[in-house]
């Protein structure tokens, strides 16, 4: 292993699982309840925020924090049912990246901004658990995404420099938190495709996780 890379770090949602779509569609679920309708930018906006920082963004489209706790209430309860009785469908090439990732050795650990709770469930529902020895959950820390304390939280829980810890990502929010936590990032966007000149800090933008792989052997 490159002295460059001693430590392979992994977001969640959207990039290992694909949940970002069920979250989508939790928040129409909500506003179709409540009667109001959710513009599918303002769905799209919240791709790898927090709970917290969802229900604040809401509020801002709305002009409306009661309203906002309310759809941030409903979501979550449609959210806890699909994640707990749907079929929870991983990333295409996820499998081949932590089964490389363990053939070499790397220690490697979930940054997540998803909280402890849910962060679990995931992780055993899809199957990905035995993976994973350390995870970091987002109310584990002080500041969650684009704050880089997840992402330093899961080094120390390495015991491997920032700087030497490579990301795998899937949105801006998280490449953000990764390079402010002095990482390498690689971007591999989900249901958001960023603009060139947003992800210019990142080391790669793959189209897929087996082109990520790829890069990955290169490093």
């Known amino acids: 292993m490159n002295a460059n890379m001693q ?12 949940t970002e779509s069920v979250s989508g569609q939790s928040w129409l679920l909500a506003a179709a309840e409540v ?10 906006g919240m791709v790898g925020l927090s709970v917290h920082k969802c229900r604040d963004h809401v509020a801002a489209h709305f002009q409306d924090h009661k309203l906002a706790e309310t759809l941030s209430q409903r979501c979550r309860h449609h959210y ?3 994640m707990s009785t749907g079929e929870l469908r991983l990333k295409p090439g996820i499998i081949e990246v932590l089964d490389w990732v363990q053939d070499q050795a790397i220690p490697h650990a979930v940054a997540t901004s998803t909280q402890r709770m849910m962060c679990d469930l995931k992780l055993q529902r899809s199957g990905l658990g035995p993976y994973f020895q350390h995870t970091v959950a987002g109310d584990e820390v002080a500041n969650t995404k684009p704050a880089p304390d997840v992402y330093l939280a899961a080094a120390a829980l390495l015991d491997i420099a920032p700087a030497a810890c ?19 990032v690689i971007l591999v966007p989900d249901m958001l495709q960023p603009a060139v000149h ?12 087996h082109q ?7 490093l």
């Open 7 to 18: 430590a392979i770090l992994f977001d969640m949602d959207g990039l290992m699982i694909d």
């Open 35 to 44: 009667g109001v309708t959710i513009p599918e930018q303002v769905i799209l």
């Open 80 to 82: 806890h049912q699909l």
């Open 166 to 184: 490579v990301v795998l990502e899937d949105s801006l929010i998280g490449m953000r938190a990764a390079l402010a936590a002095g990482m390498r």
């Open 198 to 209: 947003e992800t210019a800090g990142a080391l790669a933008v793959c189209q897929d996780l």
């Open 212 to 218: 990520a792989l790829l890069l990955l052997q290169t």
